[in-house]
């Protein structure tokens, strides 16, 4: 790991310089202040997405899901409950592919809910169906390093 890795805010999307050893002590933007690890999944519209994928040196989970999708909704909180375990070396987010049906072609998304680990801007794994927060867990250990 390197001494100083980027990551987008996701409240304001300015790009931050963080001491790889200060990500434990929950650092917040330089711009807006807000929390680089919110204690629950951000929402990314396609342009958020683009920026993180683009800057961020932290892996990033995103569920893609829809309103409508009664497993989406059932696995929202097992989802944000992974996330509390996950932080900060993963950060989690959500994607509503009903309101950017842009991201479900560009992603070749069939089903939802799907969820898909980024790495660096790279796509490292994906897994379709709901899940459960211990299952998300094990499932992105076994794909992040360190």
Known sequence: MTDTLHITCPACQAKNRIPAAKLAARPTCGA???QLFPDAPFELDEAKLNKHLKNDDIPLLVDFWAHWCGPCRMMAPMFAEASKQMLPK???????TEQHQTVGSRFQIRGIPLI??????????????????RGIVSWVRQHVKG
């Open 90 to 96: 993963v950060r989690f987010a959500k994607l509503d």
């Open 32 to 34: 807006c202040k807000a």
């Open 116 to 133: 898909i680990l980024f790495d660096k801007g790279k796509e490292v794994a994906r897994q379709p169906g709901a899940t459960d927060a």
